[in-house]
């Protein structure tokens, strides 16, 4: 079974939809919109999309290595685009992110933040009990979307 893949290939797949639908982000977009996916994902299919922990950071939950990669951008829209779509995601992956473009990627960072940071999220949770900087457990982040999942059916 695959346990995830690299933040960094969501990440592309995410800006080539922004690209696509001319629509630019900016790094907190593409964290948090990485995050949502990674939580979507195993809500409703019980299976990791992203394997790599996920931080409690005082703007939200994120992934070290996309902030990193990004953090050049500040707020600005990231210029980085690839020249098509990363092929190492099974269809239900895909589907996945697209829905979850679809469904949250005209949000603005700091709305997709917001949303991360309501009580009873993985991160508020996580940062309540273990503070700042801890990882977000994916037990913790399964359940919320799970459970955000029923509620919308």
């Not at 990669?69 to 990363?86: A, L, M, T, V």
């Not at 709305?111 to 996580?126: M, R, V, Y």
């Not at 801890?134 to 399964?142: H, K, Q, T």
């Amino acid at each position: 079974m695959k346990l995830g893949n690299l933040p960094k290939h969501v990440a592309e797949y995410m800006l080539k939809l922004a690209q696509e639908d001319r629509s630019p982000l900016t790094p907190m977009q593409v964290l948090k919109l990485v995050y949502i996916a990674h939580g979507w994902q195993l809500g409703l299919h019980g299976r990791p999309l992203v394997c790599e922990p996920i931080e409690a950071w005082q703007y939200g939950p994120v992934i070290p290595s996309l902030y990193h990669k990004y953090k050049r951008y500040g707020s600005n829209f990231i210029q980085e685009f690839p020249s098509e779509s990363p092929t190492c995601f099974d269809s239900e992956e895909q589907n996945i992110i697209r829905q979850v473009w679809q469904g949250y990627g005209r949000r603005s960072g700091i709305s997709l933040s917001s949303l991360t940071h309501e009580p009873g999220t993985p991160w508020a949770i996580t940062v309540q009990q273990s503070g700042l900087g801890a990882v977000i457990s994916n037990d913790l982040i399964e359940d919320h979307y799970r459970r955000l999942g029923a509620q919308n059916r």
